[in-house]
């Protein structure tokens, strides 16, 4: 009983959050392209059904979501955690004038740590 009750709330999570991850989607895919939000029911049509067939052919050939959780967040974690914030600090460095090459070298080590975790995903 407490599987159903599981699935029921899962399902409701499901209907709530993927249209607000599609508008999402849509904004920053069309937007650059078309200039508007909203560009026209055709466009819209073919965005969101190119990416509900993605969705289903990962479901399909990928059914184990462990695997997909584990490459998204290794290069989630390698962008936002490692790689981002020593860009904006390096590059904030270089404009007052005081970035080093001792700096360039330590940041880069960190950011290639990221990479490797990232990598290693692969042999895991």
């Not at 936002?80 to 904030?92: D, E, K, Q, R």
């Amino acid at each position: 009983m407490l599987a159903v009750a599981a699935k029921i709330f899962l399902f409701f999570q499901m209907m709530t959050v993927f249209p607000l991850i599609m508008y999402l989607l849509r904004v920053s895919v069309l937007y650059p392209i078309y200039r508007k939000v909203w560009p026209g029911l055709p466009h819209i049509l073919l965005l969101n059904s190119s990416i509900i067939v993605v969705c289903v052919l990962f479901a399909m050939y990928m059914p184990n979501i462990g695997t997909i959780i584990r490459f998204s967040g290794a290069a989630c974690g390698l962008t936002i955690i490692f790689a981002l914030p020593i860009l904006v600090y390096l590059a904030s460095v270089k404009r007052t004038g005081d970035l080093t090459w001792n700096s360039i070298i330590l940041h880069s080590f960190i950011i290639m740590l990221g990479a490797a975790n990232f990598i290693a995903q692969f042999f895991i």
